[in-house]
Protein backbone atom coordinates (compact mmCIF):
# COMPACT_ATOMS: atom_id res chain seq x y z
CA UNK A 1 0.00 0.00 0.00
CA UNK A 2 1.42 3.48 -0.75
CA UNK A 3 -0.98 6.21 0.84
CA UNK A 4 -2.62 6.52 3.94
CA UNK A 5 -5.21 9.10 4.61
CA UNK A 6 -5.07 9.63 7.86
CA UNK A 7 -6.61 12.37 11.15
CA UNK A 8 -7.54 12.64 14.38
CA UNK A 9 -11.15 13.34 15.06
CA UNK A 10 -12.44 14.79 17.71
CA UNK A 11 -14.60 11.81 18.78
CA UNK A 12 -15.60 8.48 17.38
CA UNK A 13 -18.62 9.74 16.10
CA UNK A 14 -17.40 12.12 14.09
CA UNK A 15 -16.73 10.97 10.23
CA UNK A 16 -14.07 12.62 8.32
CA UNK A 17 -15.45 14.24 5.27
CA UNK A 18 -12.28 15.91 4.42
CA UNK A 19 -9.87 12.66 3.86
CA UNK A 20 -13.34 10.95 1.98
CA UNK A 21 -13.02 13.61 -0.55
CA UNK A 22 -9.23 12.81 -1.08
CA UNK A 23 -9.75 8.99 -0.99
CA UNK A 24 -12.58 9.59 -3.78
CA UNK A 25 -10.82 11.97 -6.00
CA UNK A 26 -7.31 9.97 -5.72
CA UNK A 27 -8.21 8.90 -9.41
CA UNK A 28 -5.52 5.86 -10.28
CA UNK A 29 -3.96 5.92 -6.99
CA UNK A 30 -6.86 5.34 -4.98
CA UNK A 31 -6.56 1.57 -5.12
CA UNK A 32 -3.38 2.08 -3.91
CA UNK A 33 -4.85 4.17 -0.94
CA UNK A 34 -6.36 3.35 2.60
CA UNK A 35 -7.73 6.02 4.87
CA UNK A 36 -7.51 5.01 8.63
CA UNK A 37 -8.86 7.49 11.37
CA UNK A 38 -8.20 7.98 15.52
CA UNK A 39 -9.46 9.81 17.97
CA UNK A 40 -7.57 12.33 19.70
CA UNK A 41 -6.71 11.30 23.27
CA UNK A 42 -5.31 8.10 21.58
CA UNK A 43 -1.70 7.09 22.20
CA UNK A 44 1.08 8.66 19.82
CA UNK A 45 3.04 5.09 19.66
CA UNK A 46 -0.24 3.41 19.24
CA UNK A 47 -1.05 5.75 16.56
CA UNK A 48 2.20 5.26 14.81
CA UNK A 49 2.56 1.98 14.89
CA UNK A 50 -1.40 1.21 13.34
CA UNK A 51 0.12 3.77 10.85
CA UNK A 52 3.22 1.79 9.77
CA UNK A 53 1.30 -1.54 10.32
CA UNK A 54 0.30 -0.28 6.26
CA UNK A 55 3.57 0.12 5.68
CA UNK A 56 2.67 3.46 3.82
CA UNK A 57 5.13 5.37 1.90
CA UNK A 58 3.21 8.69 2.26
CA UNK A 59 0.81 9.39 4.82
CA UNK A 60 -1.45 12.75 4.58
CA UNK A 61 -2.67 14.29 7.86
CA UNK A 62 -5.79 15.96 7.97
CA UNK A 63 -4.92 18.94 10.20
CA UNK A 64 -7.47 21.12 12.20
CA UNK A 65 -7.56 23.15 15.20
CA UNK A 66 -8.62 20.21 17.76
CA UNK A 67 -6.33 17.75 16.61
CA UNK A 68 -2.93 19.95 14.96
CA UNK A 69 -1.13 19.48 18.40
CA UNK A 70 -0.95 15.96 18.91
CA UNK A 71 -0.61 15.40 15.28
CA UNK A 72 2.31 17.32 15.45
CA UNK A 73 3.67 14.56 18.16
CA UNK A 74 2.71 11.60 16.17
CA UNK A 75 4.76 13.32 13.11
CA UNK A 76 7.39 14.02 14.96
CA UNK A 77 7.49 10.15 16.27
CA UNK A 78 6.80 8.68 12.77
CA UNK A 79 9.65 10.45 10.96
CA UNK A 80 12.06 9.39 13.83
CA UNK A 81 11.06 5.78 13.07
CA UNK A 82 10.37 5.76 9.81
CA UNK A 83 12.25 8.61 8.48
CA UNK A 84 11.70 7.22 4.62
CA UNK A 85 7.44 7.81 4.90
CA UNK A 86 6.79 10.96 3.14
CA UNK A 87 4.17 12.75 5.54
CA UNK A 88 1.86 15.64 3.49
CA UNK A 89 -0.41 17.51 5.52
CA UNK A 90 -3.13 18.88 4.64
CA UNK A 91 -6.45 21.25 6.19
CA UNK A 92 -7.41 24.45 7.19
CA UNK A 93 -4.90 24.80 10.72
CA UNK A 94 -1.82 24.33 8.02
CA UNK A 95 -3.09 26.09 5.24
CA UNK A 96 -2.55 30.26 7.02
CA UNK A 97 0.37 31.22 8.58
CA UNK A 98 1.91 28.02 7.36
CA UNK A 99 5.44 27.95 7.51
CA UNK A 100 5.54 29.36 11.09
CA UNK A 101 4.09 25.94 12.70
CA UNK A 102 6.05 23.60 13.65
CA UNK A 103 4.38 21.02 12.97
CA UNK A 104 4.91 21.96 9.13
CA UNK A 105 8.65 21.90 10.39
CA UNK A 106 8.52 18.17 10.72
CA UNK A 107 6.67 17.55 7.81
CA UNK A 108 7.67 16.84 4.22
CA UNK A 109 5.12 18.67 2.20
CA UNK A 110 1.97 20.54 2.72
CA UNK A 111 -1.34 21.16 0.82
CA UNK A 112 -3.18 23.94 1.73
CA UNK A 113 -6.37 24.74 0.67
CA UNK A 114 -8.83 22.86 -0.89
CA UNK A 115 -7.01 19.49 -1.53
CA UNK A 116 -9.06 17.49 -3.90
CA UNK A 117 -6.75 17.85 -6.93
CA UNK A 118 -3.42 19.20 -5.36
CA UNK A 119 -3.18 16.16 -2.94
CA UNK A 120 -3.34 13.54 -5.35
CA UNK A 121 -1.06 15.20 -8.04
CA UNK A 122 1.64 15.58 -5.28
CA UNK A 123 1.12 11.93 -4.18
CA UNK A 124 1.65 10.76 -7.73
CA UNK A 125 5.18 13.36 -8.16
CA UNK A 126 6.45 11.60 -5.19
CA UNK A 127 5.64 8.36 -6.10
CA UNK A 128 7.06 8.14 -9.65
CA UNK A 129 9.41 11.40 -9.71
CA UNK A 130 9.81 14.46 -10.36
CA UNK A 131 10.52 14.74 -6.92
CA UNK A 132 8.52 17.90 -5.94
CA UNK A 133 10.76 20.84 -5.38
CA UNK A 134 8.40 22.98 -3.03
CA UNK A 135 7.82 22.49 -0.07
CA UNK A 136 4.18 24.12 0.28
CA UNK A 137 1.90 23.90 -2.29
CA UNK A 138 -1.36 25.76 -3.18
CA UNK A 139 -4.45 23.87 -3.38
CA UNK A 140 -6.27 24.23 -6.59
CA UNK A 141 -9.79 24.84 -6.58
CA UNK A 142 -11.33 22.81 -9.81
CA UNK A 143 -15.10 23.26 -11.01
CA UNK A 144 -17.13 21.85 -8.79
CA UNK A 145 -18.49 19.24 -11.14
CA UNK A 146 -14.92 17.70 -11.32
CA UNK A 147 -14.67 17.05 -7.48
CA UNK A 148 -16.14 13.34 -7.41
CA UNK A 149 -18.54 13.07 -4.50
CA UNK A 150 -17.31 10.88 -1.55
CA UNK A 151 -20.86 9.73 0.12
CA UNK A 152 -20.23 6.05 -1.06
CA UNK A 153 -16.94 5.95 0.93
CA UNK A 154 -18.90 6.14 4.12
CA UNK A 155 -18.99 2.45 5.06
CA UNK A 156 -21.75 0.51 6.47
CA UNK A 157 -20.24 0.35 10.36
CA UNK A 158 -20.58 4.54 9.22
CA UNK A 159 -23.57 4.78 8.33
CA UNK A 160 -24.66 2.72 11.48
CA UNK A 161 -22.48 4.48 14.11
CA UNK A 162 -21.35 7.75 13.16
CA UNK A 163 -23.01 11.34 12.44
CA UNK A 164 -22.25 11.45 8.12
CA UNK A 165 -20.96 14.88 7.39
CA UNK A 166 -22.85 15.94 3.74
CA UNK A 167 -22.46 19.53 2.20
CA UNK A 168 -24.26 20.83 -0.77
CA UNK A 169 -22.07 23.51 -0.95
CA UNK A 170 -18.23 24.58 0.07
CA UNK A 171 -17.77 28.56 1.16
CA UNK A 172 -19.71 31.53 2.24
CA UNK A 173 -20.44 35.17 0.45
CA UNK A 174 -20.30 36.97 4.06
CA UNK A 175 -17.30 38.14 5.55
CA UNK A 176 -17.03 37.93 9.54
CA UNK A 177 -13.77 38.65 10.18
CA UNK A 178 -13.61 35.92 13.03
CA UNK A 179 -14.23 32.92 10.67
CA UNK A 180 -12.38 31.01 8.34
CA UNK A 181 -14.94 30.97 5.75
CA UNK A 182 -14.50 34.88 5.35
CA UNK A 183 -11.72 34.10 2.92
CA UNK A 184 -14.19 32.18 0.64
CA UNK A 185 -15.40 35.48 -0.69
CA UNK A 186 -18.59 33.54 -2.35
CA UNK A 187 -20.25 29.85 -2.66
CA UNK A 188 -19.81 26.86 -4.53
CA UNK A 189 -22.76 25.01 -4.81
CA UNK A 190 -22.39 21.12 -5.87
CA UNK A 191 -25.04 20.15 -8.87
CA UNK A 192 -28.14 19.33 -6.84
CA UNK A 193 -29.22 16.25 -9.22
CA UNK A 194 -25.84 14.20 -8.28
CA UNK A 195 -25.79 15.52 -4.82
CA UNK A 196 -29.38 14.51 -3.79
CA UNK A 197 -28.73 11.00 -5.85
CA UNK A 198 -25.56 10.46 -3.23
CA UNK A 199 -28.48 11.60 -0.39
CA UNK A 200 -30.99 9.15 -1.74
CA UNK A 201 -27.91 6.48 -2.02
CA UNK A 202 -27.03 7.12 1.56
CA UNK A 203 -30.77 6.89 2.75
CA UNK A 204 -30.89 3.68 1.27
CA UNK A 205 -28.29 1.90 2.66
CA UNK A 206 -29.74 3.25 6.12
CA UNK A 207 -28.76 6.64 6.62
CA UNK A 208 -31.23 8.24 9.13
CA UNK A 209 -28.93 11.30 10.46
CA UNK A 210 -27.83 13.58 7.63
CA UNK A 211 -25.50 16.76 8.65
CA UNK A 212 -24.79 19.40 6.40
CA UNK A 213 -21.76 21.69 6.70
CA UNK A 214 -22.28 23.79 4.43
CA UNK A 215 -22.01 27.42 5.77
CA UNK A 216 -25.09 28.85 4.81
CA UNK A 217 -27.35 26.50 3.68
CA UNK A 218 -30.49 29.04 3.42
CA UNK A 219 -28.52 30.98 0.76
CA UNK A 220 -29.83 29.82 -2.11
CA UNK A 221 -33.70 29.49 -1.60
CA UNK A 222 -34.67 27.25 -4.74
CA UNK A 223 -31.59 24.58 -3.22
CA UNK A 224 -32.78 24.41 0.45
CA UNK A 225 -36.35 23.93 -0.77
CA UNK A 226 -34.84 21.08 -2.83
CA UNK A 227 -33.15 19.64 -0.06
CA UNK A 228 -35.97 19.96 3.01
CA UNK A 229 -38.66 18.22 -0.15
CA UNK A 230 -35.88 15.35 -0.46
CA UNK A 231 -36.04 14.92 3.63
CA UNK A 232 -40.32 15.29 3.99
CA UNK A 233 -40.31 12.93 0.95
CA UNK A 234 -38.94 10.41 3.45
CA UNK A 235 -40.97 11.37 6.68
CA UNK A 236 -44.28 11.26 4.51
CA UNK A 237 -43.37 8.11 3.31
CA UNK A 238 -41.90 6.45 6.27
CA UNK A 239 -43.39 8.01 9.36
CA UNK A 240 -42.32 5.64 11.45
CA UNK A 241 -38.55 5.07 10.58
CA UNK A 242 -37.81 8.97 10.68
CA UNK A 243 -34.74 10.70 8.49
CA UNK A 244 -33.26 13.78 10.61
CA UNK A 245 -30.95 16.73 8.98
CA UNK A 246 -28.75 19.15 10.70
CA UNK A 247 -28.18 22.83 8.81
CA UNK A 248 -26.63 26.04 9.53
CA UNK A 249 -28.82 29.02 8.76
CA UNK A 250 -28.08 32.36 8.69
CA UNK A 251 -31.02 34.03 10.93
CA UNK A 252 -32.23 37.13 9.08
CA UNK A 253 -32.88 35.29 5.42
CA UNK A 254 -36.27 33.35 5.94
CA UNK A 255 -38.54 34.03 2.96
CA UNK A 256 -41.76 33.01 3.60
CA UNK A 257 -41.42 30.02 0.85
CA UNK A 258 -38.58 28.41 3.70
CA UNK A 259 -41.06 29.37 6.81
CA UNK A 260 -43.71 26.75 4.82
CA UNK A 261 -41.07 24.13 4.12
CA UNK A 262 -39.49 23.80 7.18
CA UNK A 263 -43.00 24.41 9.34
CA UNK A 264 -43.99 20.85 7.43
CA UNK A 265 -41.30 19.24 9.63
CA UNK A 266 -42.43 17.12 12.24
CA UNK A 267 -40.92 17.28 15.79
CA UNK A 268 -37.53 15.55 16.19
CA UNK A 269 -36.58 15.55 12.21
CA UNK A 270 -34.62 19.53 11.94
CA UNK A 271 -31.87 21.36 13.52
CA UNK A 272 -30.76 24.35 12.68
CA UNK A 273 -27.89 25.67 13.79
CA UNK A 274 -27.76 29.53 13.91
CA UNK A 275 -25.27 32.24 14.24
CA UNK A 276 -26.07 35.23 16.24
CA UNK A 277 -22.55 36.00 17.39
CA UNK A 278 -23.42 39.69 18.70
CA UNK A 279 -26.65 41.51 19.06
CA UNK A 280 -24.47 44.87 19.27
CA UNK A 281 -24.27 47.22 15.62
CA UNK A 282 -21.34 48.51 16.25
CA UNK A 283 -19.61 44.87 16.65
CA UNK A 284 -20.91 43.46 14.50
CA UNK A 285 -19.89 46.66 11.88
CA UNK A 286 -16.15 46.16 13.25
CA UNK A 287 -16.36 42.89 12.55
CA UNK A 288 -17.59 43.27 9.23
CA UNK A 289 -20.58 40.93 9.93
CA UNK A 290 -23.81 41.92 8.10
CA UNK A 291 -27.03 40.95 10.32
CA UNK A 292 -30.42 42.55 10.43
CA UNK A 293 -30.56 42.23 13.92
CA UNK A 294 -34.93 42.75 13.92
CA UNK A 295 -35.26 40.37 11.69
CA UNK A 296 -32.94 37.97 12.88
CA UNK A 297 -34.77 37.97 15.92
CA UNK A 298 -38.18 37.85 14.13
CA UNK A 299 -37.30 34.62 12.42
CA UNK A 300 -36.13 32.84 15.86
CA UNK A 301 -39.16 33.98 17.05
CA UNK A 302 -41.32 32.32 14.41
CA UNK A 303 -38.89 28.94 14.19
CA UNK A 304 -39.77 28.91 18.38
CA UNK A 305 -43.34 29.29 18.03
CA UNK A 306 -44.03 28.23 14.42
CA UNK A 307 -41.70 25.67 13.91
CA UNK A 308 -40.95 22.32 15.07
CA UNK A 309 -37.21 22.76 14.36
CA UNK A 310 -34.87 22.41 17.46
CA UNK A 311 -32.53 25.79 17.78
CA UNK A 312 -28.86 25.87 18.40
CA UNK A 313 -27.98 29.96 18.64
CA UNK A 314 -24.50 30.95 18.37
CA UNK A 315 -23.26 33.61 20.44
CA UNK A 316 -19.32 34.84 20.94
CA UNK A 317 -17.82 36.41 24.12
CA UNK A 318 -14.48 38.31 23.71
CA UNK A 319 -15.33 40.18 20.04
CA UNK A 320 -13.59 43.88 19.47
CA UNK A 321 -15.67 46.57 20.81
CA UNK A 322 -18.01 43.91 22.97
CA UNK A 323 -17.96 45.11 26.59
CA UNK A 324 -19.33 42.40 29.10
CA UNK A 325 -22.56 44.69 29.40
CA UNK A 326 -23.71 44.48 26.05
CA UNK A 327 -22.72 40.83 25.80
CA UNK A 328 -25.15 40.61 28.25
CA UNK A 329 -27.71 42.59 26.53
CA UNK A 330 -27.37 40.24 23.83
CA UNK A 331 -27.93 37.35 25.66
CA UNK A 332 -30.95 38.37 27.19
CA UNK A 333 -32.00 39.13 24.25
CA UNK A 334 -31.64 36.07 22.86
CA UNK A 335 -32.55 34.32 25.91
CA UNK A 336 -35.60 35.78 25.35
CA UNK A 337 -36.37 34.61 22.30
CA UNK A 338 -36.31 31.28 23.57
CA UNK A 339 -34.11 29.20 21.23
CA UNK A 340 -33.47 25.65 22.90
CA UNK A 341 -29.36 25.88 23.12
CA UNK A 342 -27.87 28.93 23.19
CA UNK A 343 -23.86 28.23 22.36
CA UNK A 344 -22.24 30.61 24.48
CA UNK A 345 -18.37 31.21 22.62
CA UNK A 346 -15.37 32.46 23.17
CA UNK A 347 -13.81 34.49 20.46
CA UNK A 348 -10.27 32.06 18.96
CA UNK A 349 -8.31 33.61 16.70
CA UNK A 350 -8.46 31.00 14.02
CA UNK A 351 -5.30 31.21 11.87
CA UNK A 352 -5.75 33.49 8.64
CA UNK A 353 -8.69 35.30 9.88
CA UNK A 354 -8.69 38.92 9.36
CA UNK A 355 -10.00 39.87 13.07
CA UNK A 356 -5.69 40.04 13.72
CA UNK A 357 -6.65 43.86 12.34
CA UNK A 358 -8.36 44.70 15.59
CA UNK A 359 -5.47 42.99 17.60
CA UNK A 360 -3.61 46.41 18.47
CA UNK A 361 -6.49 48.78 18.51
CA UNK A 362 -8.51 46.70 20.97
CA UNK A 363 -5.74 45.17 22.72
CA UNK A 364 -6.51 41.74 21.83
CA UNK A 365 -4.43 39.15 23.79
CA UNK A 366 -4.74 35.57 22.42
CA UNK A 367 -3.61 32.16 23.85
CA UNK A 368 -0.20 31.70 21.51
CA UNK A 369 -1.72 27.80 21.37
CA UNK A 370 -4.74 26.13 19.89
CA UNK A 371 -7.38 26.53 20.12
CA UNK A 372 -6.10 30.62 20.13
CA UNK A 373 -8.71 31.70 22.84
CA UNK A 374 -8.72 35.08 23.58
CA UNK A 375 -7.41 35.85 27.03
CA UNK A 376 -7.92 39.70 26.99
CA UNK A 377 -9.04 42.48 25.48
CA UNK A 378 -9.51 46.60 26.36
CA UNK A 379 -12.79 45.64 27.53
CA UNK A 380 -12.54 42.70 29.50
CA UNK A 381 -9.61 41.71 31.15
CA UNK A 382 -8.25 38.55 31.98
CA UNK A 383 -9.75 37.77 35.24
CA UNK A 384 -13.09 38.83 34.02
CA UNK A 385 -12.59 36.54 30.40
CA UNK A 386 -11.82 33.64 32.76
CA UNK A 387 -15.53 34.16 34.54
CA UNK A 388 -16.93 33.90 30.72
CA UNK A 389 -15.07 31.19 30.07
CA UNK A 390 -16.61 29.24 33.43
CA UNK A 391 -20.05 30.83 32.49
CA UNK A 392 -19.40 28.84 29.27
CA UNK A 393 -19.03 25.72 30.49
CA UNK A 394 -21.67 25.63 33.06
CA UNK A 395 -24.36 26.95 30.86
CA UNK A 396 -23.41 23.85 28.97
CA UNK A 397 -23.75 21.84 32.21
CA UNK A 398 -26.86 23.34 32.74
CA UNK A 399 -29.03 25.28 30.62
CA UNK A 400 -27.80 23.34 26.97
CA UNK A 401 -27.65 19.85 28.68
CA UNK A 402 -31.38 20.14 29.03
CA UNK A 403 -31.49 18.51 32.68
CA UNK A 404 -32.55 21.50 34.82
CA UNK A 405 -35.40 22.11 32.74
CA UNK A 406 -37.66 23.35 35.36
CA UNK A 407 -35.11 25.11 37.52
CA UNK A 408 -33.18 26.67 34.82
CA UNK A 409 -35.80 29.82 34.69
CA UNK A 410 -35.90 30.02 38.58
CA UNK A 411 -31.99 30.50 38.47
CA UNK A 412 -32.16 32.68 35.78
CA UNK A 413 -34.90 35.15 36.39
CA UNK A 414 -36.00 38.14 34.55
CA UNK A 415 -31.95 38.67 33.88
CA UNK A 416 -30.15 35.91 32.91
CA UNK A 417 -26.98 36.76 32.32
CA UNK A 418 -26.47 38.26 35.78
CA UNK A 419 -27.82 35.39 37.71
CA UNK A 420 -26.20 32.61 35.38
CA UNK A 421 -23.29 34.93 35.92
CA UNK A 422 -23.54 34.98 39.85
CA UNK A 423 -24.22 31.31 40.19
CA UNK A 424 -21.06 30.24 37.96
CA UNK A 425 -18.89 32.80 40.17
CA UNK A 426 -20.69 31.24 43.39
CA UNK A 427 -19.86 27.26 41.92
CA UNK A 428 -16.55 28.30 40.90
CA UNK A 429 -15.93 29.21 44.56
CA UNK A 430 -17.50 26.44 45.75
CA UNK A 431 -16.46 23.35 43.82
CA UNK A 432 -13.45 24.76 42.09
CA UNK A 433 -14.18 23.11 39.19
CA UNK A 434 -15.42 23.09 35.71
CA UNK A 435 -15.30 19.89 34.12
CA UNK A 436 -16.09 17.24 35.74
CA UNK A 437 -18.90 17.79 38.25
CA UNK A 438 -20.86 14.99 38.84
CA UNK A 439 -24.74 15.21 37.80
CA UNK A 440 -25.52 14.37 41.45
CA UNK A 441 -23.32 16.83 42.91
CA UNK A 442 -24.16 19.38 40.25
CA UNK A 443 -28.03 18.87 41.22
CA UNK A 444 -26.78 19.23 45.07
CA UNK A 445 -25.10 22.51 44.38
CA UNK A 446 -27.57 24.14 42.54
CA UNK A 447 -30.39 23.12 45.24
CA UNK A 448 -27.40 24.84 47.49
CA UNK A 449 -27.04 27.60 45.54
CA UNK A 450 -30.95 28.27 45.52
CA UNK A 451 -30.62 27.95 49.19
CA UNK A 452 -28.08 31.35 49.02
CA UNK A 453 -30.60 32.85 47.30
CA UNK A 454 -33.92 32.75 49.50
CA UNK A 455 -35.46 29.37 48.76
CA UNK A 456 -36.79 27.16 51.28
CA UNK A 457 -34.61 24.03 51.47
CA UNK A 458 -37.57 21.82 50.52
CA UNK A 459 -38.89 23.99 47.75
CA UNK A 460 -35.64 23.81 46.34
CA UNK A 461 -35.20 19.91 46.45
CA UNK A 462 -38.86 19.67 45.57
CA UNK A 463 -37.73 21.81 42.11
CA UNK A 464 -34.58 20.30 41.81
CA UNK A 465 -36.11 16.71 41.71
CA UNK A 466 -39.16 17.74 39.40
CA UNK A 467 -35.60 17.76 36.72
CA UNK A 468 -33.43 15.03 37.99
CA UNK A 469 -35.24 11.52 37.50
CA UNK A 470 -32.88 9.90 39.19
CA UNK A 471 -33.68 11.84 42.87
CA UNK A 472 -38.03 10.90 42.05
CA UNK A 473 -39.01 9.30 39.45
CA UNK A 474 -42.11 10.41 39.57
CA UNK A 475 -40.45 13.76 37.22
CA UNK A 476 -40.70 11.14 34.20
CA UNK A 477 -43.95 11.76 34.03
CA UNK A 478 -43.85 15.18 34.14
CA UNK A 479 -44.03 17.07 30.14
CA UNK A 480 -40.37 18.27 28.93
CA UNK A 481 -40.43 21.73 28.70
CA UNK A 482 -39.59 22.99 25.29
CA UNK A 483 -36.17 24.42 26.48
CA UNK A 484 -35.58 20.77 27.87
CA UNK A 485 -35.77 19.38 24.36
CA UNK A 486 -32.02 17.64 24.03
CA UNK A 487 -29.63 17.78 20.77
CA UNK A 488 -30.22 14.88 18.78
CA UNK A 489 -27.45 15.28 17.03
CA UNK A 490 -23.47 14.52 18.05
S1 LIG B 1 -19.63 33.34 10.48
FE1 LIG B 1 -21.05 32.27 9.10
S2 LIG B 1 -21.84 33.91 7.78
FE2 LIG B 1 -19.97 34.71 8.70
S3 LIG B 1 -18.32 34.22 7.23
FE3 LIG B 1 -18.44 32.54 8.72
S4 LIG B 1 -19.74 31.02 7.81
FE4 LIG B 1 -20.09 32.94 6.70
Known amino acids: MSILLTTLNARYTHASLGLRYLLANMGELQSQTRLQEFVIGAKTTEIVERILAHAPRIVGFGIYIWNVEETARVVAMLKRVAPQVTVVLGGPEVSHETNEQEIVKLADYVVTGWGDVTFPKLCGEILNGPKPLMKVHAGVQPPMAEIKLPYSLYTDDDIKNRTLYVEASRGCPFKCEFCLSALDKTAWPFALDSFLAEMESLYQRGARLFKFVDRTFNLNIKTSLKIMQFFLDKLEAHPDDPVYAHFELVPDHLPDALKEGIAKFPPGALQFEIGIQSFNPAVQT ?49 WALEPHEIQFGILKRLRGTPIIRHTQEYGMVYDPYPPYTILANKDIDFSTMQRLVRFARYWDLVANSGRFGHTLPVLLGGQPFQRFMAFSDWLYANTDATHRIALERLVAMVARYLQTQGMDKDDAEALLASDYAGAKPKAAETPAPKRQARRLAA
Open 286 to 334: LVSRKQDNQKAADNIRWLTTQSHAHMHVDLIAGLPGETVESFAEGFNKL
